[in-house]
């Protein structure tokens, strides 16, 4: 359930007409409902009332400072995967021991901020990780919370781009490797068993996998446990499926109901990583229809966003829901909504039925995850304004890039006509 609904054919974010956001924020522009995304925290928070656990919002899905500040301040902990996230966590002012750190290939930078911060937990991905974490620790003197990312060969039955638990996979380590690896962490002065981990993959639709894969977890748990190794956290990963177009996910509740039912009595912490299921439909990308054009065998609404904005449908060939923001009784064009990006690749969705015109402002929605944190300035496209709506408040939560971001980094070399570089 979002706060993106109609009123009187109006399309409104919360209180707030998107048309009129639109004509004062400009085209394209991500709008947050703050509404949503409270209620995404509640319900995981409900789904784990009464058990020991850390809900950390994974960064990546959408890593803008308000939206992490709004989640810290609901109770947060938070998934990074880059020092660049890490030093976003740490800017809002995250508690360090709510901070968890994934990925396959952190480097030594990266592990060293994360040993100094006093990161609640580093989620290691690989033999030749752990013992650079290993070395950093004892370099530094400083002690660090380790879990394995343990591979548990687990069909996520999602798409392949984002299944992440299969053996074939780069991400984690062989469920058979890694309680050897458990007996050299424990047995390392500086590092200490936190938790086991794993994370097999994104939009998943279903509990099966997410079940299958804590069960091997567990039975991965008792081994350590047998053998002296305490474990004090199961992170279960991310993962959970949204709803674009017809799928049917479980709640959080259910989801979380078909992981602790599992866990039963053990005397052991949950955590989980949710990313798309915390943003996806707290968020949308409005924009503006540029042209109608015909062609032979298409019709093609031409509008002011493009993969540069919003690359999932063209990364992924994901379906994502595309609206009026105003409804009509015209009739309804079947159309492709394409960006100006010079793509063939560059579109938001096929074979669309949308009754527009020229100038209307149309809508996708669930762009709130992978939206924004995949943006970037190819055609030399500016990042668009992305503002968060509360009740019948609005704040811009990023400014729209101005010409001069595009090339501030840059540095401009002169030349003379044979090429030869002239100095200043
Ligand atoms: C991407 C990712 C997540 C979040 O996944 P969602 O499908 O967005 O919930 C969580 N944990 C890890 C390690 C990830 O890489």
Redesign the pocket.
């Known amino acids: 359930m979002d706060y993106f609904n109609y009123k009187d054919n109006e399309l409104y974010a919360e209180d707030l007409k998107v048309s009129s956001l639109v004509q004062e924020y400009g085209s394209p522009l991500y709008i947050y409902s703050k509404a949503t995304l409270v209620r995404h925290m509640r319900a995981f928070e409900e789904a784990l009332a009464g058990k020991k656990h850390l809900i950390c919002y ?1 960064v ?2 959408n890593c803008n400072l308000s939206l992490l500040s709004l989640m810290k301040s609901l109770g947060a902990g938070f ?1 990074v ?1 880059s020092e660049g996230e890490l030093r976003r966590v740490l800017k809002i002012g995250a508690d360090p021991k709510k901070v968890i750190f ?1 990925g396959v290939g952190k480097t030594r930078a990266e592990l060293t901020l994360a040993v100094k911060s006093g990161i609640g937990c580093i989620n290691v991905e690989s033999e030749a990780e752990l013992k650079l974490l290993s070395k950093i620790c004892a370099e530094l003197k400083c002690p660090a919370q380790v879990a394995l990312r343990v591979n548990p060969d687990v069909d996520a039955k999602t798409h392949p781009s984002i299944s992440t638990g299969l053996k074939g996979n780069k991400f984690g380590i062989a469920a058979e490797d890694a309680f050897a690896l458990y007996q050299q962490v424990a047995a390392d002065p500086y590092l200490q068993v936190s938790g086991i981990d794993c ?1 097999i993959g ?2 998943m639709t279903s509990n099966g996998p997410i079940a299958e894969a804590t069960e091997k977890l567990l039975s991965l748990y008792g081994k350590l446990e047998q053998a002296g190794i305490l474990v004090d956290h199961i992170d279960i ?4 499926g949204v709803t674009y177009n017809d799928e049917t996910p479980p709640s959080p509740y259910e989801y979380m109901a078909a992981v602790l039912k599992r866990v039963g009595g053990r005397d052991v912490s949950i955590y989980v ?5 915390m943003v996806a439909n707290a968020g949308i990308l409005a924009c503006s229809v540029l042209y109608l054009k015909q062609t032979a065998t298409k019709n093609f609404c031409i509008v002011d966003a493009g993969m540069s904005d919003l690359i999932r449908p063209a990364l992924y060939n994901s379906w994502m829901n595309i609206v009026e923001c105003r409804k009509s009784n015209d009739p309804k064009i079947l159309c492709d909504v394409v960006g100006p990006i010079c793509e063939s690749d560059d579109f938001l969705g096929r074979d669309r039925k949308l009754a527009v015109q020229q100038g209307d402002i149309i809508a996708v929605r669930g762009a709130g ?1 992978y939206g924004m944190s995949m943006a970037s300035n190819y055609n030399a496209r500016r990042l668009p304004c992305e503002i968060l709506v509360d009740g019948s408040a609005v704040e811009v939560i990023r400014r729209r890039q101005d010409f001069e971001d595009l090339w501030a980094q840059e540095r401009q070399l002169a030349f003379d006509a044979e090429g030869k570089l002239l100095h200043p």
């Open positions: 994974a990546k899905a998934d995967v994934s994370h994104s939009q990963g991310g993962g959970l990583e949710p990313g798309r299921a995850a």
